[in-house]
């Protein structure tokens, strides 16, 4: 089980730290972060495998945000700097599958933590 908190409402060009809390030991998950805004279809943000040696990121993310993690919390974290009105959204943990080779595709994950949202204001 996933839980992701850490969202809420700021202004455009404020930062935001999400969480994404596991109930097992996250050595044993890759984690990706999605998000969904209203209307849309919902897209990848970012992923970082087991151990941190491998990080992604969408091309709207990269230079402003970053995940990493901390295995003795059980806790992957996704920073996120100046932030724009077009990231408002519900933002999304998930556990990999394990047996893809890609980790853009929601398909590639089976456990979802209950989405946080996130609200930039212009």
């Known amino acids: 089980q996933l839980q992701a908190s850490g969202g809420g409402l700021v202004q455009a060009g404020g930062s935001l730290r999400l969480s994404c809390v596991s109930s097992r030991a996250t050595t044993e998950l890759h984690v990706g972060w999605f998000r969904q805004a209203p209307g849309m279809e919902r897209e990848f943000v970012s992923f970082?495998?087991?151990?941190?040696?491998?990080?992604s990121y969408a091309d709207f993310a990269k230079g402003r945000f970053t995940v990493a993690r901390d295995n003795g919390q059980n806790t992957v974290y996704l920073q996120m700097n100046n932030l724009k009105p077009e990231d408002t959204a519900v933002y999304y943990c998930?556990?990999?599958?394990?047996?893809?080779?890609?980790?853009?595709?929601?398909?590639?994950?089976?456990?979802w933590g209950q989405g946080t949202q996130v609200t930039v204001s212009s």
């Open positions: 998930a556990k990999h599958r394990g047996d893809t080779s890609g980790w853009t595709h929601d398909f590639e994950y089976d456990s």
């Open positions: 970082i495998n087991w151990n941190g040696g491998l990080t």
